[in-house]
């Protein structure tokens, strides 16, 4: 049996993305293709632990350093106790955010430079990079609108920045697929859920037919 494929999803809040890994899940599973759906922050348990930690204290509290090196460490806890053991067995795994999600929030974001983060990510990772990434993309607006709109759902830190904050994380995602237009696709997520899922699910088969060849 081959190697799996490691698949990521990125974007901005509210862009779909968990429904979207789920219908992924489901669409490969119709193909005979035994998937993983999983998430970052988290994915296993010592990395759900590094989550609940980050996410205890309010936004500003981490040292912008120190919030990358707990992300790091919850990433290697992922990698090796979830991602690479699956896709070693041959199955594919999708998770909800990786490290473009820490590119684009930390590095442009915060500030702390996409270089850095790459050094550190190589530390925790070697060459290991997503086989593709999709970005969902839509207007800001619709996304913090979306968010509001998910009764009861607590904000993260990150959803109670300004819009402006949020403007910068749209143009750094579509910054980075920019500079590496072979690994990350920008999907367009503004439509509704089903509309989003269809392009996604002709990119799979396009996968999975180059898998065949
Ligand atoms: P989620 O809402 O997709 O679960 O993500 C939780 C928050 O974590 C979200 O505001 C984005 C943020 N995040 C980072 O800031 N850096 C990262 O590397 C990752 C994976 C998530």
């Not at 590094?50 to 120190?66: A, C, M, V």
């Not at 749209?170 to 997520?189: C, G, M, Y």
């Amino acid at each position: 049996m081959g190697r799996g494929r490691f698949i990521t999803l990125e974007g901005g809040e509210g862009a779909g993305k968990s429904t979207q890994v789920r219908c992924l899940v489901e669409h490969l599973a119709q193909h005979g293709i035994k998937a993983l759906a999983t998430r970052e922050v988290g994915g296993c348990a010592g990395a759900e632990d590094i989550r609940r930690l980050w996410l205890s204290q309010h936004e500003g509290f981490w040292d912008p350093l120190t919030e990358v090196l707990l992300i790091m460490a919850a990433r290697r806890e992922h990698l090796t106790k979830t991602v690479w053991p699956a896709l070693e067995a041959g199955v594919w795994v999708i998770s909800d955010r990786f490290v473009d999600s820490t590119r684009a929030y930390q590095g442009i974001g915060l500030g702390l430079g996409v270089e850095r983060i790459d050094a550190l990510y190589h530390q925790i990772a070697g060459d290991f990079w997503p086989d593709l990434t999709l970005v969902l993309d839509l207007p800001v607006d619709v996304g913090l609108q979306r968010m509001k709109a998910r009764s009861g759902a607590a904000q993260d830190r990150y959803e109670q920045q300004d819009t402006a904050f949020h403007d910068v994380l749209r143009q750094a995602f579509l910054t980075l697929a920019a500079q590496e237009p072979q690994r990350i696709e920008v999907i367009n997520a503004a439509e509704a859920q089903a509309s989003v899922t269809h392009p996604i699910a002709a990119r799979m088969d396009q996968l999975i037919e180059s898998g065949m060849k």
